[in-house]
């Protein structure tokens, strides 16, 4: 995940390797999303700039790191996105990160 700013969207606009455009220069991008992963189950893709999460708009990765640790396995997270320029609302269910401390 990557915070935006204006020059870093310019900066990966730039970027003929990266595979995504940029039409905000706000919000949260999610760069990569693993197979099965909670991120790739919500139905989110690498390239969506999340904008807003629970009506919240979202400047800063932190945020929604803070918003999804405080949030209950199970409970439901609205979220806002741009999704290669069309908005999209999604309903996404909390769910249990992998235990990444067992081989």
């Given amino acids: 995940m990557l915070t935006l700013t204006p020059a870093r969207q310019q900066e990966i606009n730039q970027d003929s390797k990266s595979g995504i455009r ?5 919000g949260v991008l999610i760069s990569s999303v693993g197979a099965d992963s909670p991120t790739a189950l919500a139905g989110l893709r690498a390239g969506d700039i999340i904008l807003k999460i629970n009506n ?6 932190e945020t929604l790191l803070k918003i999804i640790q405080n949030s209950f396995v199970g409970s439901t997270l609205q979220i806002e996105l741009n999704r290669n320029g069309q908005m ?3 309903a996404v269910r909390v769910g249990r ?3 990444f401390s067992k081989p």
């Fill in 88 to 90: 999209l609302n999604l």
């Fill in 97 to 99: 990160l992998p235990d």
């Fill in 22 to 26: 940029i039409t905000t220069g706000q």
């Fill in 56 to 61: 919240q708009p979202l400047l800063k990765q």
